[in-house]
């Protein structure tokens, strides 16, 4: 099993609300990541999380905030987004161990900010 | 992470092979080479990797050069289902907090 599935598939959100993304893997992965990407363009990175701690943090804004329950879970909580946050926001996990970091990607969450 | 050239697009005729190169002239020792394709909408999808070896998987194949500073993408029997961006992506295994920063890739374009 090769699958990540990502929670909601579509979400729809005022500037002043409070929503989260879901994104699971049940491969045993201990590497997942958080990526942002705007139509025609490529997949910026955002998070990173090994072995459920925060590795990676390229600078995002705070207004989102990824947490990691656990080796299967990963969220992103969003609060406060501005219009040009909309993009779809994809998932992937890893194996995350040296010469096994092929990704595998979520289908996306597509996210609009009215 | 070492950065990656690659031509923004290539054609390819259905059933024959599309090899797509890549430019990776400041590669260091640690980083392998990894490639992804999306196809339009989906969540970028794993082709295959290598460290300095040439690969095989039942999706491509990947030719790296001897001196590491670019490799080759091979599709041995392109349908149009492989329409999509390939992106070739230089890494760092070393560290757990290694990124995979992805390059603009090519749009691979099959015809009938």
């Known amino acids: 099993d090769t699958e990540v599935t990502q929670t909601p598939k579509h979400l729809v959100m005022g500037m002043t609300n409070k929503k989260s993304l879901k994104c699971e893997q049940h491969?045993?992965?201990?590497?997942m990541y958080w990526y942002k990407q705007k139509a025609k363009k490529p997949p910026e990175l955002m998070f990173v999380?090994?072995?459920?701690?925060?590795?990676i943090n390229e600078s995002v804004p705070s207004r989102f905030s990824p947490e990691c329950p656990n080796s299967s879970l990963l969220n992103l909580h969003l609060h406060a987004l501005q219009p040009e946050d909309s993009a779809l926001y994809l998932c992937?996990?890893?194996?995350?161990?040296?010469?096994?970091?092929?990704?595998?990607f979520g289908p996306g969450t597509r996210l609009t900010v009215t | 992470d070492a950065k990656t050239t690659q031509p923004p697009s290539m054609i390819c005729a259905e059933g024959r092979a599309a090899n797509l190169p890549c430019n990776h002239s400041?590669?260091?020792?640690?980083?392998?080479v990894y490639w992804y394709r999306q196809i339009h909408s989906q969540g970028p999808q794993y082709i295959i990797h290598?460290?300095?070896n040439n690969e095989t998987n039942e999706m491509a194949s990947l030719i790296i050069t001897e001196d590491r500073k670019s490799s080759t993408l091979i599709l041995p029997h392109a349908t149009l289902r492989d329409t999509a961006v390939y992106y070739c992506?230089?890494?760092?295994?070393?560290?757990?907090?290694?990124?995979?920063?992805f390059g603009d890739g090519t749009t691979l374009t099959v015809k009938p």
């Open positions: 290598g460290l300095k």
């Open positions: 400041t590669i260091s020792g640690n980083e392998y």
């Open positions: 992937a996990s890893s194996q995350g161990d040296r010469g096994r970091f092929e990704q595998y």
């Open positions: 992506i230089v890494r760092d295994d070393n560290t757990n907090a290694g990124k995979s920063t």
């Open positions: 999380y090994s072995y459920e701690k925060l590795s």
């Open positions: 491969m045993g992965h201990r590497a």
